[in-house]
């Protein structure tokens, strides 16, 4: 079983608006961003000031040891994937940059002790896709849960199922979906 990491067992975009509502708190134009608003995989509908005064990229803000020090877990993932640890393989295969990474690394191994096998990708030297979820890695009957609709057309594996709410970067998503833990663990916990 493969897990995607931001979006799907950590709730990245929240962590992601503490930080740019620290940056920016005392702009005159500072509108909080709420991530329950989010709808871009870039933040530019919730987080203009980062596009208006360029001060910070999205991908330094994922870089930050801010964003993992603000970083949680989706409610009840924790629970749900050490059940799900028990019954199957589990592999997070998450994307980052080298300070993503970084901080990740070491935020995924105190957080999530039971899940053994990580493959961590770097986007300096890949592409943003999830392509390498291919036999041999990853066997066809294999299963994927990630919430960006190019990742898992990309992958290679037969059981592929969306994270989370309907986004403009998975509304194109016509399969399975699961919305929170409580869909995954009926889904394959029963």
């Known amino acids: 079983m493969y ?12 962590a992601f608006c503490t930080v740019y509502n620290f940056l920016y708190k005392n702009y005159d134009d500072f509108i909080p961003a709420n991530s329950n608003l989010l709808n871009s ?8 000031l980062l596009y208006k005064y360029k001060n910070h990229s999205v991908e330094e803000i994922f870089g930050m040891k801010e964003l993992f020090d603000n970083l949680e877990l989706f409610p009840l993932a924790y629970e749900v994937l050490k059940e799900l640890s028990k019954k199957y393989e589990l592999w ?10 970084y901080n ?12 053994k096998n ?29 919430d ?16 989370g709410k309907v986004y403009s970067f998975n509304e194109e ?17 029963k």
């Open 3 to 14: 897990w995607d990491g931001d979006g799907t067992i950590f709730d990245s975009s929240k």
């Open 41 to 48: 995989w870039d933040f530019h509908d919730i987080c203009p």
């Open 92 to 101: 997070l295969v998450t994307i980052g940059n080298d300070d993503n990474l």
């Open 104 to 115: 990740k690394i070491p935020y995924v191994k105190y957080k999530l002790p039971f899940i």
């Open 118 to 146: 990580k493959l961590y990708i770097n986007n300096a030297t890949s592409k943003m896709d999830k392509s390498m979820l291919n036999t041999p890695f990853a066997p066809f009957n294999s299963i994927f849960i990630d």
């Open 148 to 163: 960006v609709y190019k990742n898992l057309i990309s992958a290679n594996v037969q059981h592929k199922y969306c994270f």
């Open 173 to 189: 998503w016509t399969g399975q979906r699961l919305y929170n833990y409580i869909d995954v663990a009926n889904r394959f916990l």
